[in-house]
DNA sequence: ACCGCAGTAAAAA
DNA sequence: GTATTTTTTTACTGCGGT
């Protein structure tokens, strides 16, 4: 393990070899691209850059790694290898097992879909090299860009030099989402449970329309692009498969396929299963699983009942400053912004994660875990700040703040006194009886397995079923667990379809809906969507600057935000008591938990702060090497 | 030895 | 002339408490 000297000479006759960046991958729509000049000229307007520079740490950082798993590899003995390849090879076995051929699973893909919305609705783009982005950072170029190698992720300012002629579009999220919205009734017709990936991908189990109908998938996945034409006026991909992996191939990113090819020369689905065996030797338990399970083309079959949203975050890059006061005003800005966007969803978290990127792009985070449940922006901040403090002086490009650990997580963590299940318990119970809107309840109501867990003792943790947990799951699938997007991209399944989208955009099918008028359509339906998202069951005695509890009349001021948590879930406990007399004993638990909460709530902060900031707590880059090195 | 937490990284759209 | 995003999830590692 001694010795890193393999890399190149002084000097290179190609540079631009050496540096290697997701956009100068080849996407759909990009095959004919001279990649030798994207790559020079990506090269040369990056060289020299702050950004370039960190780039070329983290390629250091991976070439340590691929360093490192070498001499792990070379370090291995006959008898290892060959006990390895005996585990790997039992591992295949079991998981051959689990191999489910009875789903017929569809994955659908919208092509280039910002830039078609866009086209969409402003016809002269059709036939120019457009970008949808802005100088900084492309989210998604149409096709004739592609022609000069322009894609998402690709630095407007770089795009425009592969592409002087290149029109530039902002991004207006509300259209996507009204598009997307029309794609997604389409969906719900194939699959009523249909899973979301953004705004523009999803997977569809389409077994029950193939059996009904008795069609194939690719059958159905004909009608499927047809209609979302007709309905939209856009195309989209789509692969058909038994399991939601094949259907779209993904989960192996840059710095993997590195680890794959230059240590193990591993480049096909049957060479990794044929070195399996160094997969798990050099992996740990659950990536080697997953790697055998790509050589097998194993995936996923199940329709996963709702999945809940583990964090929330928001974040803004900004010209690098190292003002204090700047910056205090830069986190006041996005505690708010979280704090808004946390009130749509109802949300309340106990751990806050600062995110910070220096002037020079390296990214940090810092974190706190609270005891309460906080969702205030002036909590946010008051926390924010202090974690923000600890690291000055400082100059960032990028701010950042992420919450998490909302509920119960994990479900069995019996010793954690969480006091707002009980809120959220009530308002689910309620949430059956009632409708609000049309729609019952959200996310984050649906289901508190922890709570669950301790009360009704006799449920095991994973089968807990009740006739309101899947009023929820009709719900959520409703909105379908969608998550942040920006950047969009077309995938290598796209081969797996027999149908190009060019060849439906050439049918001729009528076009539904122009430009010109799909804004107020648009209006419409983020309302609507509103509507169904908002957070107006909210059943607290205090009115948003009242002072007053409106059931018992004692007084709060409005930034006492806990508190008034807590009072409000004071008068749900009493509430939940009253209602609902067949589950006395759980009310009386809970409301015993809720006396200590109020008490150890009370104790302000457990203080003994980490050694934080400069050289202390976190390594630097060359650090990590020394120490990673140290680890083998 | 195990658990929870903090920090980093990778991946995806 | 300048300029390299935003959001979420998952995995792994190391530390400190019990």
């Not at 953004?198 to 004909?222: F, H, M, N, P, Q």
């Not at 050099?282 to 996923?300: E, H, P, Q």
């Not at 009704?456 to 947990?469: A, G, H, K």
């Amino acid at each position: 393990m001694e010795k890193s000297e393999t890399t190149s000479s002084g000097e290179n006759p190609r540079p631009w070899h050496s540096y290697h960046t997701v956009y100068t991958n080849a996407k759909a729509g990009m095959e004919g691209v001279d990649k030798e000049k994207v790559q020079r000229i990506v090269y040369e307007m990056s060289k020299g850059s702050k950004y370039f520079e960190n780039e070329e740490k983290k390629e250091a950082y991976m070439r340590q790694k691929i360093e490192t798993m070498r001499a792990q590899c070379a370090k291995l003995t006959a008898a290892d290898v060959s006990h390895y390849q005996m585990v790997a090879d039992k591992r295949i076995v079991e998981l051959e097992t689990t191999r489910d051929l009875s789903r017929i699973w569809l994955h659908v893909d919208m092509d280039a879909f910002y830039a078609a919305v866009e086209t969409l609705s402003n016809p002269s783009l059709t036939g120019k090299p457009m970008a949808v982005g802005s100088m900084s950072m492309i989210s998604t170029a149409n096709y004739e860009a592609r022609k000069f190698g322009v894609r998402a992720a690709m630095p407007g300012f770089i795009a425009r030099k592969l592409c002087p002629e290149l029109i530039f579009v902002p991004t207006d999220f509300n259209k996507y989402t009204h598009y997307s919205n029309l794609t997604r009734k389409v969906f719900q017709k194939y699959d009523p449970h249909f899973m979301a990936a953004s705004l523009d991908e999803a997977y569809l189990d389409i077994t029950d329309v193939c059996k009904e109908r008795g069609v194939t998938g690719g059958e159905v996945a004909d009608e499927l692009r047809t209609r979302v034409y007709e309905e939209t006026g856009l195309t989209c991909s789509a692969g058909v498969a038994p399991n939601r992996l094949l259907a779209k191939i993904g989960g192996i990113g840059k710095v993997t396929e590195h680890m794959l090819r230059d240590v193990l020369g591993i480049n096909t689905c049957e060479e990794m299963l044929q070195k399996g065996g160094f997969l798990c030797a050099l992996f740990s338990r659950s990536s080697a699983d997953f790697f055998l399970s790509v050589g097998l083309g194993l995936g996923g079959t199940d329709t996963p009942e709702v999945k809940f949203r583990k964090s929330i975050s928001n974040e803004r890059t900004f010209s690098a400053t190292d003002d204090e006061a700047l910056l205090y005003q830069k986190l006041a800005d996005i505690a708010q912004m979280l704090c808004t966007d946390m009130q749509k969803e109802g949300l309340r978290g106990r751990t806050l994660t600062l995110k910070l990127k220096t002037a020079s792009f390296e990214v940090r985070s810092r974190a706190v875990t609270l005891q309460k449940y906080i969702c205030s922006g002036e909590e946010i901040l008051k926390y924010a700040s202090k974690l923000l403090k600890a690291e000055l002086p400082i100059s960032l490009r990028l701010i950042g703040l992420r919450m998490s650990h909302f509920n119960e997580d994990k479900a069995g963590a019996p010793s954690d006194p969480t006091q707002r299940t009980l809120t959220k318990f009530v308002l689910s119970r309620d949430a059956s009886g009632k409708t609000m809107g049309g729609q019952s309840s959200l996310s984050s109501n649906c289901s508190d397995e922890a709570f669950m867990d301790d009360l009704e003792t006799s449920f095991p943790n994973d089968e807990i079923r009740d006739p309101w947990d899947s009023s929820c799951k009709q719900d959520l699938e409703d909105h379908n667990c969608t998550f942040g997007n920006n950047i969009e991209a077309e995938e290598a399944h796209e081969s797996l379809s027999n149908n190009t989208a060019e060849n439906i955009a050439e049918t001729s099918l009528p076009r539904k809906l122009g430009g010109g008028s799909t804004d107020m359509v648009n209006e419409e339906v983020i309302l609507h969507n509103e509507a169904v998202i908002s957070p107006d069951w909210q059943y607290q005695c205090f009115k948003a600057d009242d002072y007053k509890c409106s059931l018992c009349g004692i007084e709060m001021p409005p930034d006492f935000v806990e508190e008034r948590q807590e009072h409000s879930d004071f008068h749900l406990a009493e509430r939940l008591q009253e209602k609902e007399s067949s589950i006395n004993s759980r009310t009386s638990i809970e409301r015993h938990r809720f006396a200590q909460k109020a008490i150890t709530s009370s104790r302000s902060s457990r203080k003994k702060h980490k050694p934080s900031p400069k050289q202390g707590s976190h390594l630097s880059i060359d650090m990590y090497f020394v120490k990673s090195n140290q680890n083998f």
